[in-house]
Structure formats: C-alpha cells, structure tokens
C-alpha cells in the first residue's frame, strides 16, 4: 500500500568524468549494471544523498577496477522518483524478500544446483560479492510473488569499520538506490560546490 514513494530525492553517481560529460549534454545515458554480484539487483545505482560517497566510490574503482574504466573520478546527480520501490528499509518489504529467498531456494533445490553465495573479498569483513542477495532479488521481480514491475530498490548498507569501539556505525553507512525503470530519473545535473561564505540549508 505504502510502496509508491510521493516527491522527489536526489541520488548521485560516481563515474568517470568523460561519462558524466555525455550524460549532461545528452549525449550517453547511464548504463545499467548487470552484474550477478550487485547488491540490489540489476540497474543504474546511485548513492542517495551522498555525492561525497559516490566520489569515494568512483576513486575506489579507480584504484581496483582491472578494466581501468576510470580515468579520472566525477560524480553525476541525479533528480529521483523512486516510482514503485521495493523499499528494504520497509518493514513489509523484508518479508517479500524472505518469500523471494525461500522461492529461490526451492528452485536451486529441485534442479540439484547450489545457491550463489554472498562473501567478502580480500581483506575485509564486508560481504562486497553478493550473488546470493542479487538472485532473490531479481526473483521478486521475475513476478513470482509480486505482479507489479518495481521501478525501483532501496537499501541502508552498513559497511567499512566502526566509527569508534561498540558503536553502531560504520565508516561507509550508507543508503543505496538501484532504478530499474529509467524514467524515475527526471534530470542529471553538475553536484556544486559549497560556498562557505554562507549558511548551509
């Protein structure tokens, strides 16, 4: 009942400059990740309200990627509307996710094959490689539990160390958007700088 999200967020990408170049001008658009890794499934990320993070992101790819497909670290932002979202930081929701599971589960299961599993890469505690949550979640939207197509998926992640001992949060907390159905996004524009002369609102 509550999963079409009223008004509008603004989400940003980390990419290479050339792309954010074309994109702005009308010349690309943003390409859809298909990985079977991705964390919400297959479509355009973005880092909500977070331009800092998607920056961070872009210079991490940067220094990882073996394609190299990053030069130079920019971010694109982009003015939202999440549509029909299937939103995972609604209560309802995660029991959708539960039922896409146990689907998926049963499938792998009558066909003797082994479920994708979620893991961490070198070095980190994190699960980065999430194969296993990129498969349910693209279970939902095969139409197996859910009729309706989803325009979109959101997520709170909790990743990188703790800020401090105990705490309950993390250096690289942060909310994720995946748009898979490209007219949620209404226009791109050029993040700003701050001018420090003034207040912030």
């Known amino acids: 009942m509550y999963s079409t999200k009223p008004g509008l967020i603004l989400g940003f ?6 792309i954010v170049e074309k994109v702005l001008k009308g010349d690309d658009d943003l390409i859809k990740s298909q990985n079977e890794y991705d ?6 990320y973005f880092w909500e ?3 800092e993070r998607a920056y961070d992101f872009a210079k991490e790819l940067m220094n990882t990627s073996r394609n190299k497909s990053i030069k130079k670290p920019a971010v694109i932002g982009a003015v939202i509307n999440l549509g029909y979202c299937l939103d995972l930081i609604d209560f309802s929701n995660l029991q959708l996710l539960k039922e896409g599971y146990e689907i998926l589960e049963q499938t792998y299961l009558n066909n003797n094959m082994e ?9 980190s505690s994190d699960i ?6 990129c498969k349910v979640i693209e279970t939902i939207h095969q139409g197996m539990i859910n009729r309706k197509q989803f325009d ?5 992640f ?10 309950g949060f993390k250096e690289k907390n942060h909310i994720q958007i995946c ?13 700003r700088i701050l001018n420090e002369e003034w207040d912030r609102v």
């Open 158 to 167: 909790w990743e990188g160390n703790e800020l401090y001992k105990t705490a």
């Open 13 to 18: 990408h980390g990419c290479d400059e050339s």
């Open 179 to 191: 748009i898979r159905n490209p007219n949620c996004i209404k226009g791109y524009f050029l993040p």
């Open 128 to 133: 980065l490689i999430r194969k296993l949550d």
């Open 152 to 156: 979109s998926v959101r997520s709170v």
């Open 49 to 51: 309200n977070s331009a």
């Open 115 to 123: 479920l994708p599993q979620n893991i961490p890469v070198k070095n």
């Open 39 to 44: 964390w919400l499934g297959n479509g355009i």
